[in-house]
């Protein structure tokens, strides 16, 4: 696409200027010049005016003392001829072979920024993100992107209150030690009892056999001891007495032997279990509901980080798409809604930084528009200036500057109106970019 130039200017009785003639450098810097309030800003209102339409008409056009109106000739290099003349400064747009048109031809290539800089430097931080989106053509996908980010960035946090509540209560559960996994049942430990109870009658009947076994010895006893009044008459009977009775002794011995070996179990544990067995199972359900909310918690948890590595790859794809995008200028880019440039948000830049990004972008905006004016370049230093002179240059881009400065950097130096230094007449040489370094910008 052809990129539209002013070719030259010719500036009456406008504002604070008398009479100015410009052929400003095609591509690259033409600053203007001069001390305060001699007529610079006044030259670049004048261009608005003519080239942007009666929405740029200064409010006091005319320059004070002058009786004439003003009278504004601008050439395009696209060989229009641009007029201003006559008391309501009326338009007239007139290509070479003499053809009429209006301010919609005009419109067409002249972009809102490229006569208006402050216009994107004022705008909201937001205006400014979408702008450069819209240029490089993503806005769309971005907005989706950012749009799922925000609902998966909601969504952890909402899943995050929940696990960090599970993970506090489930702290503050108690725990109890010593008890089963599981509630213990009452009728267990009672059939525990009684298999204990039932052993326990069988040690009984050998205890009773043993106090029967002794009975039986006593009575035996005696008998001998009658026996023993009548030995003489009795020995046969007590012979046979004795026998029988140290048999008797060693049963006795025998069962003695068993018995002092039976030990009885005791029910004590389970009698006290089977009356704390609501305890116990108040215990045990407090523990499984424990367990059960650490579960919870953990699960919750497991949602969060899914949900973060859902948005960090959301994130992931936001930076590829940016990354991905034809930007007007190196390191500038979006984030959150905002301008990034060098890292920094619009706040974060230098004043010449915001001009070098606000000129990218109306470049980028309208390729068909060639040049873009710019008050007060004093904001820049000599380096940066260079340095943004052969930016321009590089990029094809006529700027129409001003400059509070009568240096040597300025093409033109206006004074009460007028230039009084620089060749006006003939194309302007372009600002030498001295010390500047390639790719500054
Ligand atoms: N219609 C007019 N006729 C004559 N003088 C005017 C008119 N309108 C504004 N001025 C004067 O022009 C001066 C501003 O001109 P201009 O903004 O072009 O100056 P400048 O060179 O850009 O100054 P600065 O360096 O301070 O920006 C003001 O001091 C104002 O008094
Ligand atoms: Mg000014």
């Known amino acids: 696409m052809e990129s539209i ?10 504002k604070r200027v008398r ?25 670049l209102d004048a261009i608005a005016w003519a080239l942007g339409g009666d929405r740029y008409k ?7 003392g002058s009786v004439l109106p003003p009278d504004l000739e601008i050439r395009l290099s696209n060989g229009l001829l641009v007029q201003r003349k006559g008391k309501a400064g009326a338009l007239t747009v007139t290509d070479p072979q003499g053809k009429r048109y209006g301010q919609t031809l005009l419109s067409e290539f002249v972009t809102t920024f490229a006569i208006d800089l402050p216009k994107f430097l004022n705008a909201t931080d937001k205006e400014k993100a979408d702008t450069l989106l819209r ?46 996994d599981a509630p213990v049942s009452a009728s267990e430990l009672i059939r525990a009892q009684q298999e204990i109870l039932v052993r326990n009658g069988e040690n009984q009947r050998k205890r009773e056999r043993l106090n029967a076994i002794t009975l039986k010895k006593h009575g035996l006893f005696d008998d001998l001891r009658r026996a023993d009044e009548q030995i003489e008459e009795m020995k046969k009977r007590r012979d046979e007495l004795m026998a029988r009775y140290n048999e008797t002794v060693q049963d006795e011995e025998a069962a003695l032997k068993t018995v002092s070996e039976l030990q009885d179990e005791s029910t004590a544990e389970l009698e006290a279990n089977i009356a704390m067995v609501d305890e116990i199972n108040r215990k045990v359900r407090a523990n499984l509901d424990k367990e059960r909310a650490e579960d919870d ?68 905006l309208n390729p068909a528009c060639g040049f873009v004016l710019l008050d007060k ?56 970019p001295r010390g500047w370094t390639e790719g500054m910008f």
């Open 297 to 364: 918690a953990r699960q919750m948890r497991g949602e969060y980080d899914t949900l973060s590595a859902q948005l960090e790859s959301i994130r992931g794809e936001k930076r590829a798409l940016l990354d991905g995008a034809a930007l007007p200028l190196p390191e500038l880019t979006v984030e959150d809604g905002k301008l990034l440039y060098k890292g920094y948000t619009w706040d974060g830049m230098s004043a010449s930084e915001q001009m070098i990004v606000g000129t990218a972008i109306a470049r980028a």
């Open 135 to 180: 240029i490089i053509g993503v806005g769309d996908a971005l907005r989706a992107l950012e749009s799922r980010e925000k609902e998966t960035y909601n969504r952890r946090r909402a899943i995050g209150q929940i696990a960090d509540q599970k993970e506090k209560f489930a702290r503050e559960m108690p725990t109890y030690d010593g008890v089963p």
């Open 58 to 64: 200064p409010t006091a056009a005319k320059r004070e």
């Open 5 to 14: 130039k002013i070719a030259s200017l010719r500036l009456e009785n406008v």
């Open 377 to 432: 370049l004093e904001q820049m230093d000599l380096e940066t200036l260079r340095g943004f002179a052969a930016w321009l240059e590089a990029e094809g881009l006529q700027a129409i500057a001003t400059r509070v400065s009568t240096g040597e950097e300025c093409q033109i130096i206006i004074e009460d109106g007028e230039a009084v230094e620089g060749k006006t007449d003939k194309p302007q040489e372009t600002f030498t």
């Open 19 to 43: 009479a100015v003639s410009i052929v400003p450098t095609e591509n690259g810097l033409t600053v203007i010049g001069g001390r305060n309030g001699q007529g610079k800003t006044s030259i």
